[in-house]
């Protein structure tokens, strides 16, 4: 079992490695742009209802989907977009997926903020 | 035989055999007399010199009490003892070697051994209620001091009868037996009452154990769970076709008609859009790559 972290404070760091690739453009992107923002929330909707939909998925999970994900599309030819010129109009849905996790993850780490 | 000569000859005998009576008589008299003398001198003397309140602190007169005598009363009987039997050993000689003899002449043998078994004893107990003393002096604001004190008087007592019984001839058979018994009991104790104390710390550092691997192994099993479902998501998207439509409405900059009208959030560009002035400075993460050759995908919602 080595295939990403099972620990929260690990999940973190995997999943700002994926905010720093993908993530803070992604979720930008979206921010400025209504049509981007609509695929953004499909593709998080789509991650939600892959992991369990009866809940707000843990951190450690959303890093383990992401490098599961990325592992897999990686094998298959995919290759992490360049998020300073990316066309996040045209951008696949393997990006979209790893944007949808960030976007996941900071949510959770809000709730942890608002918890503590 | 006549009469005369049996007269003669229980005459004799009588002859023979009065001195000797009254020296018998005499000696133990007179034994008697010194031993009931040295018993009084000997008792004064103990007094004297306080003997009974060594034995006092030793704790011995507490025992002696419940006989009615102290120690030196005990002391000088001892020796009032001594006496008569070194009397008896005197007289019965006159009659020339006899079991008796033999019999006291064992015993006053065996007498000095005994004494010194008394003296091991009396100062075994004085150690003890010292020892007691001290360490309940010095560990009197420990719970257990008390406790600690008195297990180390009781053991000191302990070596010092046994060393006492060894002292009068009492077989080692006996004695080793009753020293490993009296440490195994001891080593019992300790066993219950230290190692009992850590049942319920042990109890509740397993519990945290395994409560931790409970935790763990189901975060593994979610984590094991999130990254299968990363990676058939992956598969699926990548074998859809990979060159797709693109939505004319997402070139135009419009949103699909068809999709979920539900789905869709309107956000402002606010100044979290505008946030991120460092952007270019990042270095791309695969040099010389063209984002351009990334295709988009026709389906926004593919199915698993």
Redesign the interface.
């Known amino acids: 079992m080595d295939h990403g972290p099972t620990s929260p404070e690990l999940a973190r760091q995997v999943l700002d490695r994926y905010a720093r690739a993908v993530g803070d453009a992604g979720r930008a992107a979206a921010a400025a742009d209504p049509g981007v923002a609509a695929m953004l929330d499909q593709a998080t909707a789509t991650v939600g209802d892959a992991l369990d939909p009866n809940r707000r998925p843990p951190l450690v999970e959303l890093a383990s989907y992401a490098d599961g994900l990325t592992d897999r599309a990686t094998s298959l030819g995919w290759r992490m977009p360049d998020p300073t010129t990316v066309d996040w109009r045209r951008a696949d849905q393997i990006t979209w997926r790893l944007v949808a996790v960030c976007e996941l993850a900071t949510a959770v780490q809000d709730e942890d903020v608002t918890a503590a | 035989m006549d009469l005369g000569e049996v007269a003669t000859d229980t005459l004799r005998s009588i002859a023979l055999f009065l001195p000797k009576a009254l020296a018998f008589v005499a000696i133990l008299f007179v034994g008697w007399l010194v031993a009931r003398g040295l018993r009084m001198l000997t008792d004064k003397g103990l007094e004297r010199v306080r003997f009974d309140r060594l034995a006092e602190r030793g704790g011995v007169a507490g025992v002696l009490a419940r006989g009615g005598v102290d120690a030196s009363d005990l002391v000088a009987r001892l020796v009032y003892y001594a006496v008569l039997l070194f009397t008896l050993q005197l007289a019965f000689g006159i009659w020339g070697p006899n079991p008796v003899s033999d019999l006291i002449n064992a015993v006053v043998a065996w007498l000095p051994q005994a004494f010194v078994a008394i003296i091991i004893v009396v100062v075994a107990a004085a150690i003890a209620s010292w020892v007691k003393d001290l360490i309940s002096s010095a560990l009197g604001g420990l719970s257990y001091g008390r406790f600690l004190a008195t297990t180390a008087s009781v053991f000191i007592v302990g070596l010092g009868v046994i060393a006492a019984l060894n002292q009068v001839g009492v077989a080692t058979t006996v004695t080793t037996p009753i020293l490993i018994a009296v440490l195994a009991t001891m080593a019992g104790i300790l066993i219950v009452g230290v190692g009992g104390g850590l049942v319920r710390p042990m109890q509740s550092r397993w519990e945290g154990w395994l409560d931790r691997a409970g935790q ?1 192994s189901t ?2 099993a ?14 699926q ?2 074998s ?1 076709p990979q060159t797709g439509t ?1 939505y004319p409405s ?2 135009a ?3 699909p008609a068809s ?2 009208p539900t ?5 402002p ?2 100044a ?2 505008t ?2 002035p460092q ?2 400075e ?1 270095e ?3 040099p010389g ?4 050759q ?4 026709p389906d ?3 199915r ?1």
């Open positions: 763990e975060r593994v979610e984590h094991a769970r999130a990254y299968a479902a990363g990676q058939s998501d992956a598969s998207i990548m859809a693109v997402q070139a900059g419009e949103r999709a979920e789905a869709i959030i309107e956000r560009a606010s979290e859009a946030a991120y952007e270019a990042r791309p993460l695969v790559f063209d984002s351009d990334t295709q988009p995908i926004p919602r593919p698993r």
